[in-house]
């Protein structure tokens, strides 16, 4: 069954400093890979998302992405964090026959002003 | 409407009774989707529907749990008998169409406390 990983449980940075989380998924076939956010007393939202094509995806709010294959990794990365990027996010993949996305189990931002 | 909704945005209940959880989708989307939100245990797909009908129950994890679809749109998840461990956010998400192309868009869930 296809599962993600996500390495880290809890990053803190400050201000400026630039961020790359970890994602691994399990499944070496066709993906579709997904990156939410959970900002603190909101719902989910998307932030980016790969299918096909360019293996660099960018999202929104200076987030992107790189989908690299040989190493079934898409980590997600943003050259600069600022204080309102301190939120929860959750790597995803599509999990097949019945629709749903499977869920790393997150990884909380703190970013120090 | 403007996104998913989901009510109550929080319950408080007692072991051994019943609970309902509603969502409703976005107009216009076919699928529908349940997940449930655990600390230390992340987000796990609970159940999910196409149209009316949901094809696969086996995610549900015990048989106190049961959904329906009516109409193509509004959702509820019932969950008879609580027990403390069903304590958790009960999340709905929805897409135009079933399949991983498709943005699922979530709600702002339902926190369920069993007492």
């Known amino acids: 069954a296809q599962s993600v990983s996500q390495h880290n449980h809890h990053v803190i940075l400050s201000e400026a400093a630039s961020l790359e989380l970890g994602c691994n998924y399990s499944y070496g076939g066709t993906v579709n890979l997904f990156w939410y956010v959970q900002y603190p007393g909101q719902h989910l939202q998307l932030l980016l998302k790969y299918f096909s094509g360019d293996p660099l995806v960018k999202g929104i709010k200076g987030f992107e992405a790189e989908f690299i294959k040989s190493k079934f990794s898409f980590n997600l990365r943003k050259p600069s964090v600022q204080w309102s990027d301190t939120a929860e996010y959750f790597c995803?993949?599509?999990?097949?026959?019945?629709?749903?996305?499977?869920f790393g189990k997150g990884t909380k931002l703190s970013v120090k002003p | 409407g403007a996104g998913v909704s989901q009510s109550p945005s929080n319950k408080v209940t007692e072991k051994g009774k019943d609970v309902e959880l509603r969502c409703d989708p976005i107009?216009?989307?076919?699928?529908l989707y349940w997940y449930r939100q655990s600390l230390g245990q992340g987000l796990e797909f609970l159940i999910y529907?196409?149209?009316?009908?949901?094809?696969?129950k086996s995610g549900l994890p015990s048989d106190r749990f049961s959904a329906e679809r009516t109409g193509g749109s509004v959702s509820t998840l019932t969950i008879q008998r609580t027990q403390q461990e069903d304590s958790a956010v009960y999340l709905c998400?929805?897409?135009?169409?079933?399949?991983?192309?498709?943005?699922?868009?979530f709600g702002p869930g339902t926190r369920l406390t069993v007492l």
């Open positions: 529907f196409q149209g009316n009908s949901a094809p696969d």
């Open positions: 998400a929805s897409s135009f169409i079933a399949g991983g192309t498709d943005t699922q868009y």
């Open positions: 995803a993949v599509y999990g097949g026959s019945q629709g749903n996305l499977i």
């Open positions: 107009s216009g989307h076919t699928a």
